[in-house]
């Protein structure tokens, strides 16, 4: 039996069993699509096998197509877009995108408007109103309508790709959309502009979107002031900065950097919300790049490197294309339902993004009229503006609700009618897309820096690098000047002190220029160190993976493409050099603990799937945090990061933290340690076993694909678990024993020849159809941590690698499949 048929056979019993499922989910039957349209030979599963490679017998007009686009895709499902001018090759991207992610191009904008609960019925309601309340809608509709208005070059890009994406939808008969809209019983709608605006807010709430205001408020509120700062620093002075001091310079083969140099910080992990989609930021959606000049890589010339920590699903969050016309010749990647290349590389440039982190979310405590319809500012009585919503709910009764808006901006109220008033960036003006557009037509550093003029959010650490010799990078977006200096904790909503006054001046954002040190490199650590006039955040956590890359990057004089490739790879845990040296001195262990200690002591970091230390390493480190802040503060809210604990156990061996609050005993911080390493090996032995056989690992650390919507009721469509290498906050992150987020791509460019080279690979493959041979192409390479040669062949005959099913020709009357 062929593995074509081994799938549709899966699919099949895939499809009864998620029918039965969402049953589970659902209170009503009449939420899913009859099993006999599923089963139908016809027009059920095995059309879709049908559909899994294009056909060659397609035929649509896009309407103002100004010009023939020729399109091939290759091998690996790519496509390569050759267009007379740049609105009809975003034209023709729309088209291929949604010929090939037709579900995903339309399921996000749904999610990011909150009508999730049209499609999946009463168990999304929350979800929804959730995303509602933040303001999403809200924000993208006042940015759509700013756009639409100025019918500018923003407005001819987003109405351009909606045009190719409906050309698509027009081709389809129902029994021909993809398998998600009959398994889940409706069909999608005609493809607006707005769906570009609402995907932006999306990403903007998952990399922005952070929930601690909360929890910094009752901690601020009940500590001291001193230990507030202590366990809780505004600025880490363990962490690299992205912006080197000016002119620090190395040597060649400068000394790597080690404990004796600096302290460091690790992330906490945020609560998410119950559904995956609506968790905004949590660890592990970050980012690495770096790049090094000419005078540091081994080809004379940069070299830049970037891969970006989000969510790993099927289909990707990312789609490959290469975009040809008279002013671009750009590979790279962008989003489904973005109009152009988001991370890409010409042969004059490329760039890289992580995101910075910074503090760009504040909320307000309301003192309410008496008739809750306004609230105090100054004084005096502010009516809230009360608009009408309804939440419609497939198989349910609908949802109608008011939502209330402050000048601040949006408004909740919590079960005891208290109110708080949120502002946001995501509620601003965003000429993000009039950015993009600069940068992929950007050809020097000087029209891509004026290119981020433009911005304004997710705020990103932008770094760049070019073939005349340049590297240089930019924390680039709209970062709020507040009137009382921070946006820390729950703030007076009824005191201009909380106002935004203004923004940083772009000249003033944290930025280097070839710096004399010869790299540069963010991971989400600081942009800027204590020095910088501005505030740009609090409680720093993500820093070991900036020690790690500055230690890489200083360690050798020149590096190679291989060894920026290694770099993305690397699984040392720097957290081990930290905290296990404290066991050195430890007595009293009995004989499971020195067993263990032992193993940790002659452990070298590598966080490799055939190594048990990384296991004992995880579940020590795990009862150390938990033995170590038991105070009844810390419950059901946030730590201090894991450099404030070592501080303390380090520095001041008698805090009253040390303490473990389930024993009659005052502990110190050696018996701490004790207590923490004797839990461990107790917690190993009981789940694991006695045998260090049973503790690789491989075997309880993997990583796992999940679906787009991240349902388990569509777990047959998710791939793993696969045996995975990594640690939290590792170059490649793995945190958690499930992995979930880590590189959803990862690139690296050469510009040492006249032509850019570049590699790159994400997990998945270019098609959203299960039953396509291209859904999950890209697995086995990724988790190998092998790449793709990233090709951009002027010319359409230039490429060999082509199926014969993969060449469409577009024209201003339709679209042909050639065969």
């Not at 969402?22 to 599923?38: A, F, K």
């Not at 016809?42 to 007009?61: C, E, K, P």
């Not at 970006?308 to 750009?330: G, K, Q, R």
């Not at 204590?530 to 993976?545: E, I, N």
């Amino acid at each position: 039996m062929n593995n074509r048929i081994r799938s549709i056979l899966a699919l099949i019993f895939w499809s009864v069993a998620s029918v039965l499922v969402l049953v589970g989910l659902h209170s009503r039957t009449d939420t899913l699509p009859p099993l006999g349209e599923i089963l139908d030979p016809m027009d059920g599963i095995w059309r879709s096998g049908r559909q899994a490679l294009h056909g060659n017998d397609v035929m649509a007009a896009i309407p103002g197509l100004q010009d023939v686009v020729e399109v091939v895709r290759d091998e690996r499902g790519v496509p390569h877009i050759y267009a007379s001018n740049d609105f009809d090759a975003i034209a023709a991207l729309g088209y291929v995108v949604a010929q090939d992610r037709l579900f995903q191009v339309t399921f996000i904008p749904r999610a990011a408007a909150g009508r999730l609960s049209e499609v999946f019925g009463p168990v999304t309601i929350e979800t929804d109103r959730f995303l509602r309340e933040l303001g999403l809608e809200w924000g993208a509709q006042k940015n759509y309508a700013r756009i639409r208005a100025e019918g500018g070059l923003e407005w001819q890009m987003i109405e351009a790709y909606a045009r190719g994406v409906n050309a698509y939808l027009s081709t389809l008969a129902p029994a021909d959309l993809p398998l998600e809209f009959r398994l889940l019983g409706y069909e999608p709608e005609p493809f607006t502009p707005l769906n570009s605006i609402r995907l932006l807010q999306y990403m903007t709430f998952d990399l922005a979107y952070r929930r601690s205001d909360a929890a910094y408020t009752r901690l601020r509120d009940e500590l001291p002031p001193e230990e507030f700062e202590r366990l809780f620093p505004r600025f880490s002075p363990f962490a690299v900065p992205i912006v080197p001091e000016p002119g620090q310079a190395l040597a060649p083969q400068a000394a790597p950097w080690t404990f004796a140099d600096a302290y460091m910080g690790q992330p906490y992990s945020s609560v998410p919300h119950d559904f995956p989609l609506a968790e905004g930021f949590i660890e592990g959606k970050g980012s690495n790049n770096w790049a090094v000049s000419g005078e540091r890589s081994t080809t004379g010339a940069p070299i830049l490197a970037g891969d970006m920590h989000l969510s790993l699903t099927l289909p990707s969050i990312w789609y490959e294309a290469h975009l040809v016309t008279p002013t671009m010749n750009n590979y790279g990647v962008t989003f489904p339902c973005a109009p152009l290349l988001v991370e890409a590389f010409n042969d004059s440039l490329g760039w890289a993004f992580t995101n910075t982190g910074g503090d760009v979310l504040d909320r307000y405590s309301l003192q309410l009229t008496e008739d809750q319809q306004g609230y105090l500012y100054e004084g005096e009585v502010r009516a809230f503006e009360i608009e009408p919503d309804t939440i419609f709910v497939k198989g349910g009764e609908h949802v109608y609700e008011s939502r209330f808006f402050s000048h601040w901006g949006p408004v909740t109220f919590d079960e005891d009618g208290n109110a708080t008033a949120m502002q946001w960036t995501a509620h601003k003006p965003n000429r993000v897309l009039q950015a993009v557009w600069g940068m992929n037509h950007a050809t020097s550093y000087a029209a891509f820096e004026d290119a981020l003029r433009d911005w304004e959010t997710p705020m990103q650490n932008i770094l760049y690098a070019d073939h005349a010799g340049t590297i240089a990078i930019r924390s680039t977006g709209y970062m709020p000047l507040r009137r009382q200096g921070h946006g820390i904790g729950l703030l007076d909503g009824s005191s201009e002190k909380g106002e935004w006054v203004g923004r940083i001046p772009f000249e003033a954002l944290p930025h280097a220029v070839n710096p004399v040190q010869s790299f540069l490199t963010s991971t989400n650590q600081p942009p800027a160190d204590s020095t910088y006039p501005y505030y740009l955040g609090h409680d720093w956590r993500s820093v070991y993976r900036s020690i790690r890359a500055d230690s890489l990057l200083r360690a050798r004089p020149h590096h190679s493409v291989e060894d920026l490739k290694r770099y993305q790879a690397d699984v040392h845990a720097v957290q081990r050099d930290l905290f296990v040296p404290l066991l050195d001195s430890l007595t009293g262990l009995s004989e499971q603990g020195e067993e263990v200690r032992s193993l940790l002591q002659g452990w070298s970091g590598e966080s490799a799937v055939d190594r048990p230390e990384p296991l004992i390493f995880d579940i020590w480190l795990d009862a150390l945090n938990r033995l170590a802040w038991d105070e009844p503060i810390f419950r059901n809210t946030m730590r201090p990061g894991e450099p404030q604990l070592w501080r303390l156990l380090h520095d001041t061996p008698n805090a009253s933290w040390h303490d473990v609050q389930s024993t009659a005993e005052t502990e110190n911080a050696e018996a701490l340690l004790r207590l923490s390493l004797e839990a461990a090996a107790d917690t190993l032995t009981d789940r694991h076993g006695s045998e260090a056989d049973n503790w690789t690992w491989g075997d309880h650390h993997q990583v796992v694909f999940r679906h787009l919507t991240q349902s388990a009721a569509l777990r047959p469509l998710w791939r793993g678990p696969f045996a995975y290498p990594g640690f939290q906050s590792t170059l490649s992150p793995a945190s958690g024993r499930t992995v979930t987020h880590s590189a959803s791509w990862r690139m690296v460019v050469d510009f040492s020849d006249e032509q850019a080279r570049g590699y790159g690979v994400y997990p998945g493959g270019q098609s959203g159809n299960p039953l396509s041979p291209l859904y999950d192409a890209h697995l086995g390479e990724y988790v190998a941590f092998r790449y793709f040669d990233l090709f951009r062949p002027a010319r359409p005959e230039e490429i060999t690698n082509a199926p014969s099913h993969a060449r469409l020709t577009f024209t201003p009357q339709g679209v042909e499949e050639l065969p």
